[in-house]
């Protein structure tokens, strides 16, 4: 499959134009916009017990989600400890920073209820990693 595939320039022009709508800010601003109001209405300073376990800010990270996709995307040092992530999960812009990153990785599971009802599953993932993390 991998003989096969196309690179950007070489795709039709239509296709060309849906991908370079999914990855246009705005598009992105929206959906981010619109998973940070379902998952906290917007709130950076919000702190909820859910599953065993506390969800933090805007985007309500479980503290191991925000340093693996943190760290995975180059977001947080490879070398964080959970004590410094701790003073960084409020950080409304870092926490959007992220998950615009795992979004365009497709882990919207991450957020499972908010983008089931927002259709983050219907994002075409795979041509946004390909995109964003090798634009070549």
Same mark, same amino acid.
């Given at each position: ?47 909820? =017990? ?6 933090? $800010?805007? &985007? +309500?990270?479980?503290? !191991? ?45 991450? =957020? ?6 927002? $259709?983050? &599953? +219907?994002?075409?993932? !795979? ?10």
């Amino acid at each position: 499959a991998e003989a096969n595939a196309k690179t950007f320039r070489e795709l039709p022009l239509e296709e060309q134009l849906v991908i370079a709508h999914y990855l246009s800010e705005d598009y992105w601003d929206a959906k981010l916009d619109q998973l940070s109001w379902c998952e906290s209405q917007n709130k950076d300073r919000i702190k909820v =017990w859910d599953v065993g376990s506390y969800s933090f $800010g805007r &985007y +309500q990270y479980k503290i !191991s989600t925000f340093i693996s996709f943190g760290i995975r995307y180059g977001l947080l040092p490879d070398d964080i400890t959970k004590q410094d992530a701790l003073k960084l999960i409020y950080n409304g812009n870092l926490q959007r920073e992220i998950t615009r990153a795992a979004l365009a990785d497709g882990k919207w599971r991450a =957020w499972y209820n908010c983008g089931k009802r927002l $259709g983050l &599953y +219907q994002l075409p993932h !795979s041509w946004l990693a390909l995109l964003v993390y090798n634009p070549k």
